[in-house]
Nanobody
Framework: QVQLVESGGGLVQAGGSLRLSCAAS????????ITWFRQAPGKEREFVAA????????FYANSVKGRSTISRDDAKNTVSLQMNSLKPDDTAVYYCAARRRPVLSGRSNDYDYWGQGTQVTVST
């Protein structure tokens, strides 16, 4: 079993920055990859960024590419998402998810473990 806890969300002005963190515990050696998803009111949950647990590969949605960075810390049990130049359209609940199968996916149904989510609100 893997437990995931997100943190770092909050209220920021447009153009500002946030750093979201996903802390993993339990059987973390079973994790192949960590992916960030987000869900805004009235919209489907969408892929944001992904990283292999080894940190060797990263992937980004076109909507955040160039202004976001996903990374793994030295302890290999926390994944962060640095978001810069935030826009009101970035407002959503952000979730991290872990996958056991050794292939990354942008489909939320392919993930085995989920955190509780952290709210990001970007004001105009």
């Amino acid at each position: 079993q893997v437990q995931l806890v997100e943190s770092g969300g909050g209220l920021v002005q447009a153009g500002g920055s946030l750093r979201l963190s996903c802390a993993a515990s339990g059987d973390t050696f079973s994790i192949y990859g960590i992916t960030w998803f987000r869900q805004a009111p009235g919209k489907e949950r969408e892929f944001v960024a992904a990283i292999t647990w080894s940190g060797g590969s990263t992937f980004y949605a076109n909507s955040v590419k160039g202004r976001s960075t996903i990374s793994r810390d030295d302890a290999k049990n926390t994944v962060s998402l640095q978001m810069n130049s935030l826009k009101p359209d970035d407002t959503a609940v952000y979730y991290c998810a872990a996958r056991r199968r050794p292939v990354l996916s942008g489909r939320s149904n392919d993930y085995d473990y989920w955190g509780q989510g952290t709210q990001v609100t970007v004001s105009t």
